[in-house]
């Protein structure tokens, strides 16, 4: 059973930077496309931002390009999301979720989903 851990979520001021992290486990990771998605108050579960299982295609919402960096690392079956210039707005849930088909991931479909960690960003 594929296991998805995330961590690195927490509370920050407006302007600074978070690295979250996504540990993965039951699969070979590198048959996997990892993304992020983010579900903010009252708001639906949307998709940030993918790669694809080698990382050479990635996927950005319109709304992170420039601030959120996606990567990966399959020796450490692990994927990241750096998050830069943070704004209040980008207070939510962060999820990893993966599944075999990069364009599942990108179409909000994965397979598998992370529990999720809290990224609070005070004004």
């Known amino acids: 059973q594929v296991q998805l851990v995330e961590s690195g979520g927490g509370l920050v001021q407006t302007g600074g930077s978070l690295r979250l992290s996504c540990a993965v486990s039951?699969?070979?990771?590198?048959?996997?496309?990892m993304g992020w998605f983010l579900q903010a108050p009252g708001k639906e579960r949307e998709i940030a931002s993918a790669v694809s299982q080698s990382g050479n295609r990635l996927y950005y919402a319109d709304s992170v390009k420039g601030r959120f960096t996606i990567s990966r690392d399959n020796a450490k079956n692990a994927v990241y999301l750096q998050i830069d210039n943070l704004k209040p707005e980008d207070t939510a849930v962060y999820y990893c979720a993966a599944s075999g088909q990069f364009g599942t991931v990108v179409a909000n479909r994965p397979d598998y989903w992370g529990q999720g960690t809290q990224v609070t960003v005070s004004s």
């Open positions: 039951g699969r070979t990771f590198s048959t996997l496309a």
